[in-house]
């Protein structure tokens, strides 16, 4: 689990409650857990002032992390090994193909979607070497994805449907047939909510709701959430 200490990473530790008594070990970059409830079996992959792994990366050529992780799999002894976020596994693939355990690996959307940057709007996210790596894991390990978009993506990219498992985030909303066109014009609102970063699309989605507004309609549009993209979006505002 990557820094698992921080509120927006709240979500594993719901993860992880569900499934507490079948936990032996919880990984993470910085070691320990914000609810303080995995102290007891949680490492931290991040040491690099041990001794022991200078001298075994000096001697065997393996990296650190490797390393830590092979060791820590060795010592709890799990049945199943669960990783979030396709950047851990594709890190340490080989370690955990080595261990010979079944592995389950939760993809998110930003894992499969070919993201573009306004710095480099040419630099494709999926390059040759992750795809490859999809189909290598969708053919060796059980998948999870976090949405039915997150499960085409993996089609797309060759991973077969028979290995991919959805297990939705957010909260269950009643169906509505319910459209735009269908409320007065006077009572829509709009809440953005999440991270203000480039890939999440937050300053088109003020752009957009301008449309909604040319349209007609008495909108009100509140956005819920901080990043690197809050000044941009404070100016798209006062335009």
């Known amino acids: 689990m990557p820094r698992s200490k ?19 070990a919880v990984v993470t970059n910085e070691g320990g857990d914000a609810s303080g ?8 992959l991040h040491n690099p002032t041990s001794l022991r792994r200078r001298i075994v990366s000096r001697v065997t050529g393996v990296k650190g992390n490797n390393y830590e992780l092979n060791r820590i799999i060795k010592k709890t002894k799990p049945d ?3 990783i979030n976020y396709l950047m851990y596994a594709k890190k340490f693939e080989n370690v955990l193909d080595s261990s010979g355990l079944p592995v389950i690996c939760h993809v998110h959307s930003g894992n499969v979607t070919d993201y ?6 040419d630099k494709s996210f999926l390059d040759q070497s992750h795809v490859d790596f999809l189909r290598r894991i969708g053919k060796k390990w059980t998948i999870i994805a976090n949405s039915e978009y997150s499960a085409d993506m993996l089609c797309d990219a060759g991973v077969g449907r028979e290995n991919i498992r959805i297990k939705y985030f957010g909260s269950p909303l ?6 735009l066109a269908d409320k007065p014009k006077d009572s ?13 699309g937050p300053e088109l989605t003020i752009r957009a709701f301008e449309r909604v507004c040319d349209a007609g309609y008495d909108a009100k549009l509140t956005i819920a959430g901080d990043g690197e993209m809050r000044v941009t979006c404070a100016m798209a505002r006062m335009e």
């Open 80 to 82: 199943v090994i669960f």
């Open 37 to 44: 409830r995995f102290t007891h079996r949680s490492f931290s």
């Open 6 to 24: 921080k509120y927006s990473e709240l979500w594993m530790h719901r993860m992880l409650e569900s499934i507490e008594g079948q936990i032996c």
């Open 116 to 121: 573009r940057i306004h710095q480099d709007p």
């Open 188 to 200: 829509i609102g709009i809440l953005f909510l999440g991270r203000l970063a480039d890939c999440k």
């Open 174 to 179: 009643e169906a509505s047939a319910e459209t």
